[in-house]
């Protein structure tokens, strides 16, 4: 037995009557290795094509969902891609008690104050426990709502839910579509669409529709600021969400009266 390579060839007893040339048997020998290099290696480039074609499926998932929650693939001016955008409707807005945050991650890179944008829906708007804005996800009731757009990358949307409590159901964040763009001088030059998909921070299901009937507001302004009562002022025996189940419970009873 003669070893070639990684197969093994047989040398046969049964020699021809005449010895083909060197230079015939080295070409037969390289055809039949590269042969076996194609068996060899059939599965697995077989595994590449499929390599490639799951490649190709999640290229396209990837953008449609950076399609719907509005990432902007085009931005090279904030930190830590992906980039998209986020409206603010609330105290988060320049010149409330909250607008420390967007001032933090703006100066750090991780967010940009873009202009103004209203919701191209109607969406109720109301103040809860303590003066708090809550947007309510029932479309078709309520107003366009008014509110400050900002693109915004991971870092700072990862702080946006911390701040709104995403994890503990305080608030949760979903896309919205905003018109009406009002966009600083600096930002027009930069071919924005007339209508964004952006992230905003929606009541949670767990008590949005008990809230949804108190007074309906186009904006949080310094008129409902005015009685808004920060989170250290607040008594601390009760938990984010406690303090929702009181403030409606205490409504409900006021509307009964």
């Given at each position: 037995?003669?070893?070639?390579?990684?197969r093994?060839?047989v040398?046969s007893?049964?020699?021809?009557?005449?010895t083909?040339?060197?230079q015939?048997q080295?070409?037969e020998?390289?055809?039949?290795s590269?042969?076996?290099?194609?068996?060899?290696?059939s599965?697995d480039?077989?595994k590449?094509?499929?390599?490639?074609?799951?490649?190709?499926?999640?290229?396209?998932?990837?953008?449609?969902?950076?399609?719907c929650?509005?990432?902007?693939?085009?931005?090279?001016?904030?930190?830590c891609?992906p980039m998209?955008?986020?409206?603010?409707?609330?105290t988060?807005?320049?010149?409330?008690s909250n607008?420390?945050?967007?001032?933090?991650?703006?100066?750090?890179?991780?967010?940009?104050?873009?202009?103004?944008?209203?919701?191209?829906?109607?969406?109720?708007?109301?103040?809860?426990?303590?003066?708090?804005?809550f947007?309510?996800?029932?479309?078709?009731?309520?107003?366009h709502?008014?509110?400050?757009?900002?693109?915004v990358?991971?870092?700072?949307?990862?702080?946006?839910?911390e701040l709104?409590?995403?994890?503990?159901?305080?608030?949760?964040?979903?896309?919205?579509?905003?018109?009406?763009?009002q966009?600083?001088?600096?930002v027009?030059?930069?071919?924005?669409?007339?209508?964004i998909?952006?992230?905003?921070?929606?009541?949670a299901?767990?008590?949005?529709?008990?809230?949804?009937?108190?007074p309906?507001?186009?904006?949080f302004?310094?008129?409902e600021?005015?009685?808004?009562?920060?989170?250290k002022?607040?008594?601390?025996?009760?938990?984010?969400?406690q303090?929702?189940?009181?403030?409606?419970?205490?409504?409900?009873?006021?509307?009964?009266?």
């Open positions: 037995m003669v070893v070639v390579g990684p093994p060839i040398a007893s049964a020699l021809p009557s005449k083909k040339p060197l015939q080295s070409q020998k390289h055809q039949h590269d042969s076996c290099v194609a068996h060899e290696y599965v480039m077989r590449f094509r499929t390599s490639n074609a799951v490649d190709r499926c999640l290229a396209t998932e990837l953008k449609e969902v950076k399609e929650v509005g990432v902007n693939t085009n931005s090279t001016s904030l930190k891609p998209t955008y986020a409206f603010v409707y609330g988060l807005k320049k010149g409330f607008y420390w945050l967007m001032e933090d991650v703006c100066s750090k890179g991780h967010a940009r104050f873009l202009g103004f944008a209203r919701t191209k829906e109607m969406f109720p708007m109301v103040c809860g426990p303590y003066q708090v804005p947007l309510i996800d029932i479309p078709s009731l309520g107003h709502v008014r509110g400050e757009l900002y693109e990358d991971r870092i700072a949307i990862e702080r946006l839910d709104e409590g995403v994890s503990k159901g305080n608030y949760v964040r979903r896309p919205i579509v905003l018109s009406a763009l966009l600083q001088s600096s027009e030059q930069e071919s924005l669409s007339s209508e998909i952006a992230q905003a921070y929606f009541a299901p767990s008590y949005a529709s008990k809230i949804a009937k108190a309906h507001i186009e904006a302004t310094e008129k600021y005015a009685t808004y009562v920060r989170r002022d607040r008594p601390q025996n009760r938990t984010f969400l303090h929702i189940e009181h403030w409606i419970k205490t409504q409900e009873m006021a509307r009964k009266n």
